[in-house]
């Protein structure tokens, strides 16, 4: 069989945090979040405490840094938030080769099944390409895990609505997304009104949204500046985004903006995670 690089699907979004256990308890509270499994790594380019936690219809590595190394810089420096795309690939070696047929170099393969690309080659977006299967993932036939009781959930998560990252030209790293990763555009809206995604790519089972940096405009659309692009955002769909925003302010959860069917949320309320509610999924996502 010919080898080829092939992005199978959204493995997971990863945040890093300065407190896993807050971030875990207050994202449970608000949107029903699980956790799948837990583990405590000193390994050089690991380094945390936390794992993989389900919400809605996919995953989000959740980890608070134990060493020095990056992850605990990122901490330190930017409070936390999230930090990479992890995408499931069906072979390393070809993802690799293909890679570095487009001049984006290798950062760290501190697995032999898993490897980080240089944000620095793919816009400021951080990567993270795994072979490797996880059994409690329900992907790899794990179980499911039952939702909390409606009633301890504020506003329960359906689906990963998409990732968002923050980019200096949304529509042209689409293009070149497209291109490293073998998938498809989705959209494109170059006249977006700040804070609206200006473009999409398809990861398979879940839309990657590019937005622009938001200069000095960043805490009035999100709640924290971003002075640099990177990954920044998980939206998650919800059934009535009215009742789940009403829930929201009755339990003091501050909202920084609703505006276009995006409810973002205070990461000071979700533990340090940059988190947006919505009722539907994005144009041209691969599930519609």
């Given at each position: 069989m010919s080898r080829r690089h092939h992005v199978r699907w959204l493995f997971h979004s990863t945040a890093m945090v300065a407190d896993y256990d807050l971030a875990i308890r207050n994202l449970g509270t608000i949107v029903g979040l699980r956790v799948l499994e837990y583990g405590e790594s000193t390994e050089p380019g690991i380094g945390r405490r936390g794992g993989m936690a389900w919400a809605g219809d996919n995953a989000i590595e959740v980890g608070q840094p134990i060493v020095?190394?990056?992850?605990?810089?990122?901490?330190?420096?930017?409070?936390?938030?999230?930090?990479?795309?992890?995408?499931?690939?069906?072979?390393?070696?070809?993802t690799m080769a293909h890679l570095q047929q487009q001049e984006v170099h290798i950062a760290a393969r501190?697995?032999?099944?898993?490897?980080?690309?240089?944000?620095?080659?793919?816009?400021g977006?951080?990567?993270?390409?795994?072979?490797?299967?996880?059994?409690?993932?329900p992907r790899f036939g794990g179980p499911r895990p039952d939702?909390?009781?409606r009633?301890?959930?504020?506003?329960?998560?359906?689906?990963?609505?998409?990732?968002?990252?923050?980019?200096?030209?949304?529509?042209?790293w689409a293009a070149t997304f497209a291109t490293l990763l073998g998938i498809t555009v989705t959209f494109e809206d170059a006249e977006a009104a700040p804070g609206q995604p200006m473009a999409g790519v398809s990861l398979g089972d879940c839309?990657?949204?590019?937005?622009?940096?938001?200069?000095?405009?960043?805490?009035?659309?999100?709640?924290?500046?971003?002075?640099?692009?990177?990954?920044?955002?998980?939206?998650?769909?919800?059934?009535?985004?009215?009742?789940?925003?009403?829930?929201?302010?009755?339990?003091?959860?501050?909202?920084?903006?609703?505006?276009?069917?995006?409810?973002?949320?205070?990461?000071?309320?979700t533990g340090g995670l940059q988190i947006a509610l919505t009722g539907s999924l994005l144009p041209g996502d691969p599930r519609l």
């Open positions: 020095e190394g990056a992850a605990a810089q990122f901490v330190s420096r930017h409070g936390g938030g999230m930090h990479s795309i992890a995408l499931q690939v069906e072979d390393l070696e070809a501190p697995r032999p099944d898993m490897c980080f690309s240089d944000p620095r080659d793919t816009g977006v951080f990567f993270q390409w795994s072979t490797f299967e996880l059994a409690v993932d939702p909390l009781p009633s301890q959930v504020l506003a329960p998560a359906t689906r990963h609505a998409f990732v968002g990252a923050l980019v200096d030209d949304p529509v042209a839309t990657l949204a590019l937005f622009p940096l938001p200069g000095d405009e960043g805490r009035a659309l999100w709640g924290r500046l971003y002075e640099r692009a990177r990954t920044h955002l998980v939206a998650l769909q919800v059934d009535d985004l009215g009742a789940a925003t009403d829930a929201l302010h009755r339990a003091g959860i501050t909202i920084v903006r609703w505006a276009a069917d995006l409810v973002v949320l205070d990461p000071a309320a």
